[in-house]
Each structure stands twice: as C-alpha cells, then as structure tokens.
C-alpha cells in the first residue's frame, strides 16, 4: 500500500440536506434516551409511591399536577408515541421493506403525525372530558 | 446465533459480522420492543379505563394478578430494552474506550437498580405490604 493519497471519506451528518426520515431517525435515539432515564424513573417513583401508602401518594400526585410535572409527563407521552410508532417503522424496514424514497418520507411523516395527534388526543380526555 | 461446528471461517464472519458479536443484541432489542408494544398499550389502556387514580384504586389494580404480572413484565422488559437501546446510543457516541465502558457499566448497574427496586414496590403491593 505505497499510495497515501486522500480518499474520499464517507461524509457526516452536518453535510445532508436534512429530510424527515433523518429528524425521525435522531426522535427515536432521543425519545428512546427520554424514556429510559426520566421515563423509567418516573414509572419506578411511582411505583414505589403507590407502595408507600396515601401520603407519600400524594407527593407524587401534587408534583405530577403541578405545570412543570404536567409538561414533563405530557412530553414523554409524547416521546412514548413517537418511539413506539418509529420503532414500528424501524420492524417494517428491518424485513427489508419501505426503503423506497417515497414510502419512506411519508411513513417518516405518518410517525411525527401521528405521535401528536395520539398525545393531543390522549390529554385533551384526560385533562378535559375524564371524569 | 450459533452456527454449530460445520460453518468455515467465512461462514463464520458473515453470520456474524465484523464485530463477532452483537447478533443476540440486536435481536433481543427487537423481541423486547415487540413485547413493549403490548405492555405499554396495556399500560396506558389500563391507566385511561381505571375509574379513578387515586392511590387506593392503584393498589387494587396492582394487587390482583391481572394488573401486577403485566407490570412485573413492564417493569423487566422495559428496563432491558432500555439498556440494551442506551447501550447502543453509548457505543455509537462515546469513542473513548474507557469512557464508553465506564458509562455501559453505569447504565447496567442503573438498569439493574431501579428495576430492582420498582419490582420490590410492586412485590410489596401485590403481597399486602403496603399500607
């Protein structure tokens, strides 16, 4: 291997003109991260609340109600749906499937769509209509 | 993944890949985000149909076999779909080779943790340790 000239090196994410299947690739490493540190947390706080009995219970439902709570549960409903339906997305693929350009930004799409609306639909029943 | 005995070098590595490992993870990864599917549509299911989410509605639910063995599998499987999807995050990211050990061995002793403890929570409801 005498010859050191430069070779051409695979380009990086910086160099891509950004389309939606790459922001859905990046949403589902994110919302898988969000899930499994605050996600996880907040399911196992709950958990060992509901264990403790009515007044430990109810810090946890005081904090959870307060806006900032609400955000944060709001957000990883969100991130829930978003993971979920990419993860679909990401089965389908892996069978060797909707690879095609087309296909492939518009199931892209669907995912964002349709994480926001499940979640939009989801907290306008709990927060307006559950009785 | 085994190939058995039979399988040449080459056989070896293309089934294998350059890595030499990693078939079971990925694998795994898949057949847990199948089951999370199921178990986090349970999960929210569960928590949209309870008649109220007060601590002692909770306990209830959590105290019969119908609520705490889905959580039980909640609990195990997301937690390990967790590591493994942190894992990959981790080694994708972090080149250090000290760091990226570091922090793997971190996130299991993390993973293993509150897993441990959400289940112990969870014990504690369904057997009547809790208040």
Known sequence: ?131 | MSLGDSATPLGKVRGLGSAREGGEHWLTERVTSIALLFLGTWLIASLLLLPSLDQRTLLEWLSAPSGAVPMALLVIIGFRHALDGMKVVVDDYVHVEGNRVALNTLLLFLAVGGGALALFALARIAFGGAA
């Open chain 1, 1 to 131: 291997m005498a010859a050191t000239k430069q070779r051409p090196l695979s380009p990086h994410l910086t160099i891509w003109r950004w389309g939606p299947h790459m922001a859905v690739s990046i949403l589902h490493r994110l919302t898988g991260a969000a899930l499994s540190i605050a996600g996880l947390a907040i399911l196992t706080w709950w958990l060992v609340a509901i264990s403790q009995g009515p007044d430990a219970f109810a810090q946890f439902t005081k904090l959870a109600s307060h806006p900032v709570g609400l955000v944060v549960l709001i957000g990883l409903t969100w991130a829930f749906f978003q993971h979920l339906l990419s993860g679909i997305r990401h089965l389908v693929m892996d069978t060797g499937a909707a690879f095609e350009l087309g296909i492939n930004k518009t199931f892209a799409i669907l995912t964002i769509v349709g994480s926001i609306a499940v979640t939009a639909a989801l907290w306008v029943y709990v927060l307006e209509f559950r009785p």
